[in-house]
Each structure stands twice: as C-alpha cells, then as structure tokens.
C-alpha cells in the first residue's frame, strides 16, 4: 500500500509539474526546431547563391587567357557575365573580381569610359563589415588602375587625388 502511494505522490508531482512547465517546454522545442529549420534554410539558400555566382563567374575564367586579344563576342560574353553578378551577386567577392575582369577587357578594347565605370563600382562596392571584408589587395590595384585610367584620359589631378589618400603599402613602387 505504501509503495502505490509513493507512485501516486510521484505522478502527482509530474502533473504539477507539467502543468508549471508544459507550456514552456513545448515552446522552447518549438523554438529550438525552428530555429535549425530556419539557419539550414539559409545556409542552404546561400550556398546556391554562391553556387550560381561561381558558375557565372567561372564563364569569365573560361575565357580570359593571360597575354591574348580576345575576339569581341567573347568580351561581350565576359560584359554580360560580370553585369549578371553585379546585378544579383554584388555581396560576392566574384562580382568584385567580375567588375575587375570587365575593366580590363574595356581597357583592351580601347574603352576607358567603361574600364572606369567597372573600376568605380569595384571601390563603391567594397565591404568592410565582420563576416565580408573585401582584401586591401584588390582595393589597392584598383585604385592604381583607375587612376592610370583617368591619367590616360588626361585628367592627371584627378588621378593624383585617387590616389593621394592611399596608403600604398607593398605596392608602392607603382603608386610612386
């Protein structure tokens, strides 16, 4: 008799207990199943993201070779890739590199209008928060090749101003 009230006492207290704190422990799993709901869903939805920069970006890597004039449709192709991750991809470091890859086919092509233009967006464009930084490298040899844009197009003060702020570091010799 004594053993199946200590059982009674003990369902009793589970009750009392569940009763205080039922509610809350549903919503703390709630919560908790949510929440890995929600940053696999993102993480998901970023890792296509970045997936479908790459593949847009792996387009322009596909036809850049180093030294050769490339024939004007696949400079087009390069222009229309580095626009399309400008457009939906512009938090990306592949839109930065994209934007730098359109700069020097401008260049080639004897447009330093937009060769300029790609250069600017890159600056405008840079990240400087925790988790997305943009490398200093790549902001110092775009300011350097900006500024020899606008040297080319016979704007030397506006060239010298660019380029007056920067802290040139390792790349020194050719801000001198």
């Known amino acids: 008799m004594a053993l199946h009230a200590a059982e009674e006492e003990s369902i009793e207290a589970i009750k009392k207990w569940w009763d205080e704190n039922g509610t809350m422990l549903i919503g703390l799993v709630a919560a908790i199943v949510l929440s890995w709901g929600g940053w696999t869903f993102w993480q998901n939805s970023r890792t296509s993201t970045i997936d479908a920069a790459s593949n847009t970006y792996e387009q322009i890597l596909a036809l850049v070779q180093?030294?050769?004039?490339?024939?004007?449709?696949?400079?087009?192709?390069?222009?229309?890739?580095?626009?399309?991750?400008?457009?939906?991809?512009?938090?990306?470091?592949?839109?930065?590199?994209?934007?730098m890859f359109a700069a020097q086919q401008a260049v080639e092509a004897n447009d330093l209008d937009r060769g300029e233009q790609e250069l600017q967006w890159i600056l405008d464009n840079t990240q400087d928060g925790l988790f997305n930084q943009t490398d200093e490298g790549l902001i110092l040899t775009t300011s350097l090749r900006l500024?020899?844009?606008?040297?080319?197009?016979?704007?030397?003060?506006?060239?010298?101003?660019?380029?007056?702020?920067?802290?040139?570091?390792?790349?020194?010799?050719?801000?001198?």
């Not at 449709?73 to 991809?89: G, N, P, S, Y």
């Not at 101003?161 to 001198?176: S, V, Y």
Request: charged share 25%; net charge negative.
């Open 66 to 99: 180093p030294g050769l004039q490339l024939p004007e449709e696949d400079r087009a192709v390069i222009f229309q890739a580095a626009d399309t991750l400008k457009a939906e991809h512009s938090d990306s470091a592949y839109a930065l590199y994209g934007a």
């Open 147 to 176: 500024g020899r844009i606008i040297l080319s197009k016979g704007d030397a003060q506006r060239a010298l101003d660019l380029i007056d702020g920067i802290n040139p570091q390792t790349f020194e010799a050719d801000f001198a």
